[in-house]
């Protein structure tokens, strides 16, 4: 209708929460096609290389970045980058910043999570909640008990310590890595920022994380 080609793209509004599913749909394709995935939201800053963590931790089909503001972790385990150790199901995870091996346990999660679009009231991050709940607390991995069993036992996945995959509280507000003396995080999402995107364009700047002329 012109109503909804006049809509703004908001967050919360209905045309943003279409553009969620769109990522989940083009990751779900390109996994499909045998690819490894790292989904990163325009709002996100990357300082490393993520794939070191990926690569420490083979056993894992998804790593998450997530809302919270806290860790588990202690200095020493921030010192070696390992991943959340109070990783459970209930972890408010974030679909702007996550990576997807693809296996066979993945690929056959993507494709029920592409296929709750039609069926579901909310953007692409509500709908993995539920998928990712269903079913019992699973178990640690045997070989990595920081991946744990998800999704009614059918998917082992991993959380990213939000220290080194930081969100916009955790990285401007509490700037937790510093608290825990971990390295320059791998990458941050500009969620938890006030004022749209002109608030996350401020606060980027004041980290010198945003791409201005160098008169500016």
């Known amino acids: 209708s012109p109503e909804e080609h006049d809509a703004s793209a908001g967050w919360g509004t209905s045309l943003w929460t279409r553009n969620t599913w769109q990522k989940v749909f083009a990751v779900q ?7 490894d995935v790292i989904l990163s939201d325009l709002d996100v800053v990357w300082w490393r290389d993520p794939s070191i963590i990926f690569d420490k931790h083979p056993q894992a089909d998804m790593f998450f970045s997530h809302d919270g503001v806290a ?3 202690t200095e020493e385990d921030a010192a070696v980058s390992l991943l959340e150790k109070g990783a459970s199901i209930h972890n408010f995870i974030n679909t702007g910043m ?3 091996r693809s296996t066979g346990a993945s690929r056959a999660f993507m494709r029920r999570w592409a296929a709750r679009y039609p069926h579901f009231d909310g953007h692409d991050q509500n709908g993995i909640y539920d998928l990712i ?3 019992p607390e699973g178990e640690k991995h045997p070989e990595d008990p920081a991946i744990l069993r998800s999704a009614n036992n059918t998917l082992y996945h991993a959380v990213l310590p939000t220290y080194v995959f930081a969100n916009g509280h955790s990285y401007f507000v509490s700037k937790l890595h510093s608290l825990l003396n971990a390295d320059i995080p791998f990458g941050m999402h500009a969620t938890w920022t006030y004022e749209n995107a002109a608030g996350k364009r401020s606060r980027l700047r004041e980290v010198k994380a945003w791409h201005d002329p160098h008169e500016y």
């Open 71 to 73: 860790t588990s972790n």
């Open 98 to 100: 996550y990576m997807v």
């Open 29 to 35: 394709k390109i996994v499909s096609w045998g690819y």
């Open 133 to 135: 709940k269903s079913g």
